[in-house]
Every structure is written in structure tokens, then in C-alpha cells.
DNA sequence: TTGTTATGATAGTACCGCTATTATATTTGC
DNA sequence: GCAAATATAATAGCGGTACTATCATAACAA
């Protein structure tokens, strides 16, 4: 897998950076750093002062690749959506059976990243964790309707509608197949975070992947 | 329900403030400015100095109620969930038919709050945007450890525990009752926020609460 | 009316978010 | 190999945020 996925590079909308970081090695080490920092100490505690530091740079140099902090979430959620559709595409793309391709999707939006992988400047199961517990930072605020029209979301929503569109086909009368794949793609955050810091807000069963059980089996269901 | 309501005052856990913003006239000043601020503007544009304006005080005042500003929107998301359990078991106190009380909770977690009621210097409507767009910001963060163990989020548990015992007494084999009411809930948050600000990820259709109805739906299939 | 408690007024500090300017590397084209 | 172009670094500064501290005054209770 890893050869399939390590020549070439995953493409986030151009509004989200002032400057490309995969386009020089200052903008990689910026990518690197920030993974490092925000899942070792939280976004909000995150700042470009600190990142500077950490990759031995400058403020400024940093704000010639992103125009502000949330603009660097952005990045990295998009990246990460892009990735794990082409992960999905992979995963899938071989099999004939709908329910089959479906019951894989669900395990790769729910599923846990162990691995780290073909980017040699992106820690993966770093980054999946900050998307469990920094993700919905990067839309649950004002300014989301200006971003959403800049094209920032396009790659959570192209992923929902890859998935969507395998349960249109399974069964073309299901009402809320968007509603239906976000909610187990945020439900999975969640429960992810619950059951490490809140676990009577969710249920856990040892040497079980309760979460991704939970949402095949509801998936399965819902759909009927 | 106005009358059964109004004569009591919701019980949040001592630990969120320093002191009890019910006791006193600017206490209540500083709940019903920061409502209105936080759900006008976000509660990541929200400062104390706003609300010292807001409300003709000062900043000094109302660190006198709250350590910062990150407790005064826990003290906003425990009372919402005091608040909501308080309808929660109004509306089923009287109900015999186990089915039928799961369906009225599941009603009340996943609609949307449109009358203003019982508590004079509280908007629930405003509260309950709040809740939509900033509750995760009070547990998606890197003190939550700490905080729980003060029991910042008794509240939210509560709820949930209320309703996953309802769950049980329906299927006793059920496994996964308070992920599923957690997911409902968080997952009601977001499909709401999401039909206003990111439909693609969504589904909606007129004269229908998709958003309550999807989950009503959802839960009865699940639970089996 | 006297003490107690609540609130207001003011000042100050460290850090954050961001802009601007100038200097120094590094890369690219000839 | 050198000049021009570009990228990065260094430094300074400004307005705002998140507090903490101190002192003055208002309100209220014994």
C-alpha cells in the first residue's frame, strides 16, 4: 500500500494557504511541527510563536505559508479527508459486492489510524488524533460560511458523498444517507474522546473495536 | 409547565464557579449578557471586557464569578442539561409504555428549542444555539481530565445515564446504549449546525424536523 | 452606625495575533 | 560564475487578550 500511495502528493484547496508548504522544506517542517505541537498540547494552545521555535524559524516566515492558525487546521483536516478518501478508493475499488464496499467504508471512517505511512513528513496516527479532538474547530465557528464558499469543506464533503452514494445504491428509497455518514464520521471522534476521557458517555468492551462496531451495526440497520 | 418550572432554581456543580451567579443581580446580568454576546458573535470573539461593557461592569467583577471564560461557558452547558433533563423527566414522569418514553426523550434531546420559558434572565433559545455550536469547546480540550474529576460534566452524563436505563428496560441485550444517546445528541448538534451552514453534509427536507425525525428513526432500528 | 461584603475603578504584566521593515541566505537564469 | 530574483530570518512594534493586584466606594446587615 505504502508504494501506492508515496509518489504522489494529496491536494488541498489552494484558499486555505497564502503559499504552498508541500512546495519547499520550510513549508514541510511547518506541516511536521504543527502536527508534533497540537496533538502534544492542543490547538488552543498552539500559536506560531511556539511552531517558530519548535522548527527553528520564524513567526513570519510561518505567515507567509498560512494567514492564521485556524487557516493551518484547515490544512490539515483537509488533508486528512483527501487522504482517507484515497484510501477509501483504494480499499474498494476491486470489490463488486455494494454491502461489501459499504462495510469497508465504514471501517475506514471509524476506524482507529495505527499505522503511520507514505508521507514522510506527516505523522498519520498523530494527525488522526488530532482530528478526533480538534476536527470540529475547524467549522464550529463564524466565519465557516466565508470558508465554506472559498471551498475549504470540499473534501469532507466529497468523502460523504463517495459513501452516500454506495448507500443510494444498496438502497435507493433511504431518506438521510449525508446525515447518515456524518454522523458516524463525528459520532466516531466522539466516542473516540469519550471513552479515553469521558467514558460513561459511551460504552467499551475489552479486545473489541466497540466504535467501529457500534456504527457497522447501526449503519447496517438503519438502512435496512 | 411555566408554573412547574418557574419556582425552582437548576442545581450546577459548585466546582464550575467561584461564586453562584444566582445569588446576586450582577450574577444574573453576567448569565443574560453572555448569552446574548456568545450567541451574536461566537463564544470565540467573547471576552470578559465585552461583557463588562455589555452589561455596565467591569472585567474585575466578573472574575469575581468565573475563573475565565472557558468556566462561564461550562456554567452555561451545565445548566442547559440540568435544564433539559428537568423537561425530560416532566414529559415522562406520567408515561407507562417504555417505547413511549424513549421516543418523548429522544424528542427532547434532538429537538430544537423554539419558545423562550420559565427562567427570567435565561433565553433557552439562545442557550440552546449555544449549545449547538460551542458545548464541544467545553470538553474537546486539553483540561477535561482535570475538570471531569471536579464533575464539570455530572449534568451531561446524568442525561445520558437517564436515557440509556430506558434503553435497557426496552432490550436489556443492547450493548451500546450510551454511545447511541451520545451520538444522538452530539450528532443532533451537528446535523443542525451542518443544515444551516454545510447542507451537503446533511439532508433536509421542508416542513419535516429531518434532523429529529432521522434520529427518532434511528434509534428505534438500532435498539431493535 | 459600624462593620462586612459586593462592586467599581484603575493599573500593570505577559502573551497573543498580526504587520512592517530590513537584512541575509538560497535558488535560478543567463 | 555572477546577477537578479526569491525565500527566509531578524527585529520591532501595535492593539488586544487573559489575567492579577490594589484601592475606593457602594450596599446591606448586625
Known sequence: ??????????????????????????????????????????????TFKKLADEIDST????????????KLLLYLTSWYWAWLESHLLYNIINVEDN???????IRILTKKVEEDGSFSHINEIKLNQIIITESSKSYMHKDVDVENKE??????????????????????KYKY??????????GAHHQRFFQDHLPRLSNNYKDEDTVSDFYAEMVLKVIG
Do not use: C, W
Open 151 to 172: 471551498g475549504a469543506f470540499l473534501g469532507y464533503k466529497s468523502i460523504v458523498a463517495k459513501v452516500a452514494e454506495i448507500i443510494i445504491v444498496i438502497n435507493p
Open 59 to 70: 513567526e513570519s516566515s510561518i505567515y507567509r505559508y498560512f494567514e492564521n492558525k485556524h
Open 177 to 186: 444517507p449525508n446525515m447518515l455518514i456524518s454522523t458516524i464520521i463525528e
Open 1 to 46: 500500500m505504502d508504494s501506492f500511495f508515496s509518489h504522489f502528493t494529496l491536494k488541498v484547496n489552494p484558499s486555505i494557504y497564502l503559499k504552498d508548504p508541500e512546495t519547499s522544506k520550510l513549508g514541510k517542517r511547518i506541516i511536521e511541527g504543527s502536527i508534533n505541537l497540537i496533538d502534544a498540547f492542543g490547538f488552543d494552545n498552539f
Open 99 to 105: 454491502k461489501e464496499q459499504l462495510k469497508r467504508a
